[in-house]
């Protein structure tokens, strides 16, 4: 213990008891990521069931070879924020290819897409605004709701009555009202209703902002969940990342020029912020090219997370990821060491990424898995289900 901070030192120890009375802290351990979606720990070789690496970009030859590339021509760093000099040209070739795919008229990337949400929806709302989010929305929408110091409600989630009332009780008191909501929601697998967000947006003079990170390179032809519909339902402000499907690291909103124009001057994320690295720029956009000339291997995730629902006789999934509801977090941490011993790597989620009482497996898909490796997986996972529904 520090002699001078005695007190901060019990603090954390404190904490850190809570947590681990609770089952809820959270350890880093050492992970090895391999291609064919591989991964050693501990010095077991694992098959890798929880990464969002959906396509196996991170290890295609073609992107890294890009990365390699860009690394050699334009360095490991960028340097400098882009409003100094961090503003390499593979930037403005990324957001040009990245609003092609989105239907905009322009794109602005960030340093992740944590710091994306951190940064849109404080620069477009303050206080006397009026935000609505979906209760199961990524925390970072959250986060970035609480720091624009506007008035935020959640309505419950997917429930376009409940935001339909909300809308007709709050909308009239409040100068401008945002929309929040996933694309493809992370931890559940579905899809929002993106056709009825739009037409209450309209109704209502709210500006929807779709977080899609989960839904670009697997849903829409890889185009994400705004082309899932017929015809496309894009919203006024399409976010995104390039750390899921593309495998590499990033984040992006795609929007109007008028929009991407005033957070290139507003977005504290950006402004105070270190670009890019090139080679995840150069990666990204190596990974954009090969999703749009393989539509099969954008469908391949969520037909394998298909025929892993069915063997295990759960609901169809509507993305690559598959929920397989626990209960209690000391049950899901046991469910999860079950399966890594049986040389599975699949990790408990638990509150508060989840809400209380639904602590599970997040299982998710990739192109890059064999058919033997989710049928050997749904082996494991049947038999879980089956205790379950016995317990029940």
Same mark, same amino acid.
Not at 129 to 145: N, P
């Given at each position: ?20 009375? *609770? ?73 040009? *290819? ?72 709050? *909308? ?9 909501? /996933? ?6 697998? /579905? ?202």
């Amino acid at each position: 213990m520090s002699s001078n901070t005695p007190s901060l030192e019990q603090f954390a120890a404190r904490k850190l008891e809570g947590l681990e009375r *609770r089952h809820l802290r959270r350890r880093l351990v050492v992970s090895d990521n391999q291609p064919s979606m591989k991964t050693v720990r501990d010095g077991r070789l694992l098959t890798n069931f929880c990464s969002n690496d959906y396509l196996g970009m991170a290890h295609d030859p073609a992107v890294i070879a890009a990365a390699q590339a860009a690394t050699e021509r334009y360095g490991a760093g960028s340097g400098a924020s882009r409003l100094v000099s961090g503003g390499h040209p593979l930037l403005f070739e990324l957001e040009a *290819r990245l609003a092609a795919v989105k239907g905009s008229e322009d794109c602005i990337v960030f340093g992740s897409g944590y710091l994306a949400n951190l940064a849109i929806t404080p620069a477009l709302a303050g206080p006397g605004d009026l935000i609505l989010i979906d209760e199961l929305a990524h925390a970072c929408l959250h986060s970035g709701a609480k720091l624009s110091g506007a008035e935020t409600l959640v309505f419950r989630h997917n429930d376009m009555t409940d935001l339909e009332a909300k809308l007709a009780k709050h *909308r009239t008191t409040a100068r401008h009202t945002l929309i929040l909501t /996933d694309g493809v929601f992370s931890m559940d697998g /579905d899809i929002a209703p993106l056709p009825q967000l739009n037409r209450l947006a309209e109704q209502f003079d709210a500006w929807l902002l779709v977080d899609d990170a989960h839904g670009l390179g697997v849903t829409g032809d890889g185009q994400g969940t705004a082309h899932a519909f017929t015809p496309p339902s894009r919203a006024a402000l399409q976010m995104g990342t390039l750390s899921k499907a593309l495998g590499s690291y990033g984040g992006y909103l795609c929007a109007s020029r008028n929009v991407c124009e005033l957070l290139r001057t507003r977005a504290r994320p950006l402004v105070f912020t270190t670009a890019l690295p090139p080679s995840a720029i150069a990666g990204a956009l190596k990974a954009l090219e090969l999703i749009e000339a393989d539509q099969e291997r954008c469908a391949r995730p969520t037909v394998l997370a298909r025929r892993f629902a069915r063997a295990c006789g759960l609901p169809e999934p509507a993305s690559p990821i598959v929920p397989v509801i626990i209960g209690e977090e000391a049950d899901a941490l046991a469910a999860s060491t079950a399966l890594q011993e049986a040389g599975f790597l699949v990790t408990a989620i638990r509150p508060p990424t989840v809400p209380r009482g639904t602590a599970r497996l997040r299982i998710t898909f990739s192109a890059a898995h064999s058919e033997s490796d989710v049928d050997a997986l749904a082996d494991q996972v049947a038999p879980m289900l089956n205790a379950l529904e016995a317990v029940s």
